[in-house]
């Protein structure tokens, strides 16, 4: 949803949100972990996702409460 708003209203920003975009590719962020953590997401399954993984996940776990 939120790549479908930030398309609607800045199109210019595609490359925010497009999968293959570089910085999607690097390593989970201090931030990151921290709020997966706190989600109760296993470091094991952390230490195995790449930033925009981690991005997905917290999109989703954000989502469902």
Do not use: C, N
Request: overall charge positive.
């Amino acid at each position: 949803q939120a790549d479908e708003h930030i398309l609607k209203h800045w199109p210019d920003s595609a490359g925010i949100v497009r999968l293959d975009t570089f910085w999607r590719s690097g390593a989970v962020t201090e931030k990151q972990r921290a709020l997966l953590l706190k989600k109760r997401v296993p470091p094991e399954v952390i230490d195995g996702l790449s930033k925009g993984d981690a991005s997905r996940l917290i999109s989703e776990l954000l989502r469902k409460g």
